[in-house]
């Protein structure tokens, strides 16, 4: 059964940091390109870093500076580290693992469940 599962979310202040970690199966690392997607309540589900296998990373104009996507393959965990968090970074952050390392859910196969990210004002 494919599984990914995200952790890590919560509530932090403004500008505060926090790591979100998805877990998965060994196949996948050494298969899929795998990406941090959100999303917020009435808004499009939208990419926000995405790593191919090669180590190179891609992230979205919102999370460039601020983000940095990492896996270890050794825990079969992909990891989104967040800093500088704003309000506007509430959301539903979701796991995602496909064929492509684009930005784009028609990239994507699987998904988590989501974990989800609350910036406090």
């Known amino acids: 059964e494919v599984q990914l599962v995200e952790s890590g979310g919560g509530s932090v202040p403004d500008g505060g940091s926090l790591r979100l970690a998805c877990t998965a199966s060994k196949y996948f690392y050494t298969t899929f390109r795998l990406a941090w997607f959100r999303q917020a309540p009435g808004k499009d589900r939208e990419g926000v870093a995405v790593?191919?296998?090669?180590?190179?990373?891609t992230y979205s104009d919102s999370a460039k500076g601020r983000f940095t996507i990492s896996k270890d393959g050794d825990k079969n965990t992909l990891y989104l580290d967040m800093t500088d968090l704003t309000p506007g970074d509430s959301a539903v952050y979701i796991c995602?693992?496909?064929?492509?390392?684009?930005?784009?859910?028609?990239?994507?196969?699987?998904w988590g469940q989501g974990t989800q990210v609350t910036v406090d004002s």
């Open positions: 790593l191919d296998n090669d180590g190179t990373a």
């Open positions: 995602a693992a496909g064929p492509m390392a684009v930005l784009s859910q028609a990239a994507f196969w699987y």
